[in-house]
C-alpha cells in the first residue's frame, strides 16, 4: 500500500491525433491516424521502440492504433526482428545496424498491445534493391539507427529477401521506404474482424441546414433545379467549401474552381489578417462549413464508388455550372450573411424553440450543440495549419536550429543489472567482455568521474544500461583526460553505443565531447627496468638480505645506482607535467569558443 | 523545441538525433508508468497484493517453442480478461520505480560514504617502480615494519601500449603510519625485491581509485550537440585535438620510457664490470698466485 498514489501527476501528456474511423460490432472503437505524448508525434508506420523488461527494447512498426470503450488505448505492431534472436538461423553475417522484418503468418508476426508500451522512436531504413523501394540517401543511411533488407518469416523460419505484397494484412509499401508524397495517402489497413470488427467511416448526419439552405437560394436564384438526392448537396457544398478554404493547395477540382476566384480569396484573406477580432469571429463561423463537407465529402466519395461514376468529370460539369449561373461574390456574400444571423441571433434562437416546442426541439438543440463543438474542434486544428506559414520564417529557422540541442539532466538509473551475490573480478571481466565483443573504451572524460557517474551518462544519453569502470590514474596517465572500460550486454548494444558517441557529439559540463572505440587495448607485462639480477655472484645470505627489502647505505654502488633513477624519474616527472600544463592550456582555449557552455 | 501537432511532415518517418534525444527524455519520464493488476478477493486477502500483470508486451517469437509461450501469455490475458467482473483492480508502481527508489541512497548515506572514502585515501599510499616479483606478501613483509598493512591493491596498466612499472595501491592502518612510509621511502632509496631501483612512494589521490564513489553533490548536465548547432564544429576541433595530445602523451611516455632503457643498460655494463673484476680477483686468490707472487717478493699479505 506504501506505493499506491495517484498517477495522475505522473502521467505524461497524451493527446490522440486524426482519427481515421470507427469499427468494432457496435462501432464504439475509434481509430486513430497519429497521437502525441508529451510533444512527440507518433504516427502510423512510424518505427518505435517497445518496452522489454528483459534487456534492449523491441523494434516494431505502427500498424493500428484505436481506443476501445472502456478508454484503452491499444497499438497493433508489426515486429522487427536483430540479428541476436536470429542467432540459429542466420547464415552469413548480418550487416551493421541491420535488422529483420517478420513475414508469415504465425506467433511473432504482430501483436496487439497497450499504447504504453511505446518507450520513443527510432529510425529504421530500407535498403532493399527494388523499384517498390525508394532508394535511401547517404545521409539517412548514415543517421540510421537500424536498416533492413531482408525478412524473416516466422512461419517456415527462413531468411530471404523476398518482400510479399501484404505484411499483416498491410501493403508492403508501408513497410518500406515512403516519400513525402506517400505521407498523406489514406491506409487500407483491413481490421481484424474476430477482435475489433470492421472498420466504418463516421455516417454524415442526416440534418443538415445549409446544403437545404444553399439548395433553397439556388432554386431563388433559378439555378437548374437538382435532384433532391442527398449527393448533389454534398457535392455543391464540397466546392463551396473548396472556394472558402485560404489554402489553395488540394484537388484538380478545387484548383478549377479557384482560378475564377483568385482575387476575392485574397481579398477575403485580406480582410481577415486586417480586422484580428473580427475577423476570428467570422472566420471560425465560416470554418463551420469545412467540418461538415469533409463528412459529406467521405460519404459522397463512398456513394460514387459504389455507383461506379466517374466523379471527376461530374464534380467538373458541376463546377461549370455553379460558375456560370451563381457568381463567387455573390454566394460568399449569403454565407457572410448567414454566418453573421447565426452568430447574432443563436442566443434568442434557442430559447423560444425551447419554450414552444418541447422534448423535440431540446434534441435538435442538442444535436446542434453537438455539431458545433465537433466543429470547434476541427477549427482549432485548421487554424493550426493557417499559423503553418508563420513558422517558416529564416529568423524562426534559426531559432528553431539553435534550440535543437539538447540539455540532459543525467538521472540515476536502475541497478537492478548489479548482481550482489557473485562479483568476477574486473580483469576477467573485461576480457570476457573483448571476447564477447561488448567492450566499449570510452575517453575524454573528467578525470574526477567515478565509474557509476559513467554508466549514469551511458544510460541518459543513450538509453543502454552498461557496467563502466574508470581507468585509475597512475603515473603515466594523462591527468586531463578520463578514461573508462564499459561493457554493455549485447554486442549490438556495444556497436549503437559507439556509433552514436562517435558520430553525434556529447558534450560534458566542463566542454569535453565524448569518444570511444571498441575493444581492449594489447598491452605488455610489466617493466623489468631498473632491477638488474644479481644473483650470480652474491652469496645465499646477501640474496636474502635483498630480498628481505632494505634501504640502501651510501659510499655504495647501490645507492649511486639508485641516485641515478631518481634523478631520472624527476626529470621524467617534470617533462610530463609540462606537457600536460600545455595541453591543458590549449584545451582551455579551444573551448573558450564554445557558445553555450 | 516544439512541434506542429498536424505537421506529419515534419513529424515524419525519419528519426533524426533530435527526434532521438527527446525519445530519450521521453523515455527517462515514462519510466514512471504503473501497471493495472487484477487481485482476486478470493485469492489474496489483502488488497495490496498483486496477482499478476495484466498485460505485458508479447516479444516476438523466434521458434516454436517461443511460440507456444507467446499463445500461452495471450491465453493467459484472456483468462485474466475473462475473470475481470470478479477482480478488483488496483494501481501498483512497477518494480523499476520501486527499485529506483531503494537504490536511490538518501544524501547522508552518500555523504558519509564518500567522507569514509576520503578517510580511506589518507591512510592510503600509492606505490610505484614495484619489480614483477612483487607480491602482497612481499609488500606486507616489508612495510610491516612501519605498520600494519590492511589492503594491497595492484594497478593494472590498461591503457599505456608500452611496458610501464608496476603501480599499486597499499592502504594502512592509519593516516600516520602512511606518512611515515611515505616519508622514509622519499629519504632514502628503498629497495624492495629488485634492486638497484627504488620503489616510490605517494600518497594516494582520489583519481587513482577504480571503484571511488561518486559526489554526493554533483549534478551532471551533458549537452548533445546537432549537426546544425554552432559549437558542432567546436566539439570536432576539441575531439580531433584531444586525439593528437593524447598521441603526444604517449610519445613522450615512450621517450621516457627509453631513456629509462638506457639507464638500465649502461647500470648493467657497469654491474657485469665489476663482477667481472672481483671474478678475476677471487681467481687469483683461489689458484695461489697471489701467495706465490708475495713470497717472490717478500711481502706479506697475511694480517699477522
Redesign the interface.
Given at each position: 500500500?506504501d506505493?499506491?498514489?495517484d498517477?495522475s501527476n505522473?502521467a505524461?501528456r497524451f493527446?490522440w491525433?486524426?482519427k481515421r474511423g470507427v469499427g468494432g460490432a457496435k462501432r464504439n472503437f475509434l481509430f486513430y491516424e497519429?497521437f502525441?505524448?508529451?510533444?512527440?508525434?507518433?504516427?502510423l508506420?512510424?518505427?518505435i521502440?517497445?518496452?522489454?523488461?528483459?534487456g534492449e527494447p523491441?523494434i516494431g512498426k505502427i500498424v493500428k492504433l484505436w481506443q476501445q470503450p472502456d478508454n484503452k488505448r491499444k497499438v497493433k505492431l508489426v515486429?522487427?526482428?536483430r540479428p541476436n534472436?536470429?542467432n540459429?538461423?542466420l547464415e552469413d553475417t548480418p550487416l551493421e545496424k541491420e535488422i529483420f522484418l517478420?513475414t508469415g503468418e504465425?506467433?511473432?508476426?504482430c501483436?496487439i498491445?497497450?499504447l504504453?508500451?511505446i518507450?520513443?522512436?527510432?529510425?529504421v531504413i530500407c535498403t532493399l534493391r527494388d523499384e517498390r523501394n525508394p532508394q535511401p540517401s547517404n545521409y539517412?543511411l548514415e543517421?540510421?539507427?537500424y536498416i533492413f533488407y531482408r525478412t524473416f518469416n516466422?512461419q517456415s523460419?527462413t531468411i530471404s529477401e523476398n518482400f510479399d505484397e501484404k505484411i499483416a494484412g498491410v501493403e508492403v509499401k508501408y513497410f518500406l521506404n515512403?516519400k513525402?508524397d506517400q505521407?498523406?495517402s489514406k491506409t487500407e489497413v483491413k481490421a481484424d474482424t474476430d477482435k475489433v470488427g470492421p472498420l466504418i467511416p463516421i455516417p454524415l448526419s442526416t440534418s443538415m441546414p445549409d446544403p437545404l439552405r444553399i439548395l433553397e437560394n439556388a432554386e431563388n436564384n433559378s439555378i437548374k433545379p437538382a435532384a433532391t438526392s442527398f449527393k448533389k448537396a454534398a457535392d455543391i457544398v464540397s466546392k463551396l467549401s473548396g472556394q472558402c478554404l485560404p489554402d489553395k493547395r488540394g484537388s484538380p477540382k478545387m484548383e478549377i474552381t479557384s482560378e475564377g476566384g483568385n482575387v476575392e480569396d485574397d481579398s477575403v484573406y485580406d480582410k481577415n489578417i486586417s480586422h484580428s477580432g473580427l475577423v476570428d469571429g467570422k472566420y471560425l463561423k465560416k470554418m463551420n462549413i469545412p467540418a461538415q463537407v469533409m463528412n459529406a465529402t467521405r460519404l459522397n466519395k463512398n456513394e460514387v464508388e459504389s455507383n461506379g461514376c466517374n466523379s471527376s468529370s461530374h464534380l467538373r460539369k458541376e463546377s461549370s455550372e455553379m460558375r456560370s449561373d451563381a457568381p463567387v461574390d455573390k454566394i460568399l456574400k449569403r454565407m457572410d450573411t448567414n454566418a453573421s444571423k447565426e452568430a447574432m441571433s443563436h442566443p434568442s434562437f434557442q430559447k423560444p424553440k425551447m419554450e414552444s416546442n418541447g422534448a423535440g426541439s431540446s434534441k435538435e438543440i442538442l444535436h446542434l450543440h453537438k455539431n458545433l463543438s465537433e466543429n470547434r474542434n476541427l477549427v482549432d486544428?485548421k487554424t493550426?495549419?493557417v499559423?503553418?506559414p508563420e513558422?517558416k520564417s529564416p529568423l524562426l529557422a534559426m531559432t528553431?536550429?539553435?534550440?535543437?540541442?539538447?540539455?540532459?539532466?543525467?538521472?540515476?538509473r536502475?541497478?537492478?543489472d548489479k548482481s550482489k551475490w557473485f562479483k568476477m573480478k574486473?580483469?576477467d571481466r573485461?576480457q570476457k567482455a573483448e571476447r564477447e565483443g561488448t567492450l566499449v573504451f570510452v575517453?575524454?572524460l573528467d578525470?574526477?568521474?567515478?565509474?557509476?557517474?559513467v554508466e549514469?551518462?551511458i544510460f541518459?544519453?543513450?538509453?543502454l544500461s552498461c557496467t563502466a569502470?574508470?581507468?585509475?590514474?597512475?603515473?603515466?596517465?594523462?591527468?586531463?583526460?578520463?578514461?573508462a572500460?564499459v561493457i554493455f550486454k549485447t554486442r549490438d548494444a556495444a556497436d549503437l553505443a559507439v556509433s552514436k558517441i562517435n558520430r553525434?557529439?556529447?558534450?560534458?559540463?566542463n566542454?569535453?565531447?565524448l569518444?570511444c572505440s571498441k575493444g581492449?587495448?594489447?598491452?605488455?607485462?610489466?617493466?623489468?627496468?631498473?632491477?638488474?639480477s644479481?644473483n650470480?655472484?652474491l652469496t645465499r645470505e646477501a640474496r636474502m638480505a635483498?630480498?628481505?627489502?632494505?634501504?640502501?647505505q651510501p659510499n655504495t654502488?647501490?645507492?649511486e645506482?639508485?641516485?641515478?633513477?631518481?634523478l631520472?624519474?624527476e626529470l621524467?616527472g617534470r617533462?610530463?607535467k609540462i606537457?600536460?600544463r600545455e595541453?591543458a592550456d590549449?584545451?582551455k582555449e579551444?573551448?573558450k569558443?564554445?557558445?553555450?557552455k | 523545441m516544439t512541434r506542429h501537432f498536424f505537421d506529419r511532415a515534419s513529424a515524419g518517418h525519419k528519426s533524426t538525433e533530435a527526434n532521438y534525444l527527446i525519445e530519450s527524455r521521453t523515455q527517462i519520464e515514462r519510466s514512471k508508468k504503473y501497471f493495472w493488476i487484477y487481485v482476486s478477493p478470493a485469492s489474496s486477502p489483502r488488497l495490496g497484493h498483486a496477482k499478476f500483470p495484466h498485460f505485458s508486451v508479447s516479444p516476438p517469437a523466434t521458434s516454436i517453442a517461443a511460440g507456444a509461450a507467446a499463445s500461452e501469455r495471450r491465453s493467459a490475458g484472456q483468462r485474466g480478461s475473462g475473470s475481470s467482473s470478479f477482480c478488483l483492480r488496483l494501481r501498483v508502481y512497477s518494480p523499476h520505480r520501486a527499485l529506483r527508489a531503494n537504490m536511490a541512497a538518501p544524501p547522508e548515506d552518500a555523504r558519509n560514504a564518500y567522507n569514509e572514502f576520503l578517510e580511506k585515501v589518507k591512510r592510503t599510499i600509492f606505490l610505484d617502480n614495484l619489480s614483477p616479483q612483487v607480491t602482497e606478501a612481499v609488500v606486507k613483509k616489508a612495510l610491516g615494519q612501519f605498520g600494519n598493512v590492511v589492503k594491497f591493491e595492484s594497478i593494472p596498466n590498461l591503457t599505456i601500449p608500452y611496458p610501464i612499472p608496476q603501480a599499486a595501491l597499499v592502504e594502512m592502518e592509519n593516516e600516520k603510519q602512511a606518512k611515515g612510509i611515505v616519508a622514509e621511502l622519499t629519504s632514502y632509496p628503498f629497495m624492495m625485491s629488485g634492486m638497484p631501483r627504488p620503489v616510490r612512494a605517494k600518497p594516494a589521490k582520489i583519481e587513482m581509485f577504480a571503484d571511488r564513489p561518486a559526489l554526493p553533490d554533483r549534478k551532471i548536465q551533458v549537452r548533445c550537440v546537432e549537426t546544425s548547432d554552432p559549437d558542432f564544429n567546436v566539439a570536432n576541433e576539441l575531439k580531433l585535438l584531444y586525439k593528437r595530445q593524447n598521441a603526444n602523451h604517449l610519445a613522450m611516455v615512450k621517450h621516457l620510457l627509453d631513456e629509462e632503457e638506457k639507464i638500465h643498460k649502461k647500470q648493467e655494463e657497469t654491474l657485469q664490470g665489476n663482477y667481472k673484476k672481483y671474478e678475476q680477483i677471487e681467481k687469483l686468490m683461489v689458484e695461489g698466485t697471489s701467495a706465490r707472487l708475495a713470497r717472490q717478493y717478500g711481502l706479506r699479505l697475511d694480517d699477522d
Open positions: 500500500m506505493h499506491l498514489e498517477p505522473d505524461p493527446q491525433g486524426k497519429s502525441m505524448i508529451d510533444n512527440i508525434i507518433y504516427s508506420y512510424d518505427s521502440y517497445a518496452y522489454n523488461e528483459l523491441h515486429w522487427f526482428f534472436e536470429l540459429n538461423y517478420a504465425g506467433a511473432g508476426l501483436n498491445n497497450p504504453e508500451v518507450v520513443g522512436k527510432c529510425s539517412e543517421t540510421a539507427d516466422v523460419f515512403h513525402e505521407l498523406d486544428g493550426k495549419i499559423d503553418g513558422k528553431k536550429k539553435h534550440s535543437d540541442t539538447e540539455v540532459l539532466q543525467v538521472t540515476r536502475p541497478d537492478v574486473w580483469e573485461i575517453e575524454n578525470p574526477s568521474y567515478a565509474s557509476s557517474e549514469d551518462i541518459t544519453t543513450l538509453q569502470q574508470m581507468v585509475p590514474q597512475a603515473t603515466f596517465q594523462n591527468p586531463n583526460h578520463g578514461q572500460y553525434g557529439c556529447i558534450l560534458l559540463p566542454g569535453s565531447p569518444l581492449l587495448l594489447e598491452v605488455p607485462k610489466s617493466s623489468i627496468r631498473g632491477h638488474l644479481v650470480k655472484f635483498v630480498s628481505t627489502s632494505h634501504c640502501s654502488i647501490e645507492y645506482m639508485a641516485m641515478e633513477w631518481r631520472s624519474e621524467a617533462s610530463l606537457l600536460h595541453q590549449k584545451l579551444v573551448k569558443r564554445l557558445k553555450s | -
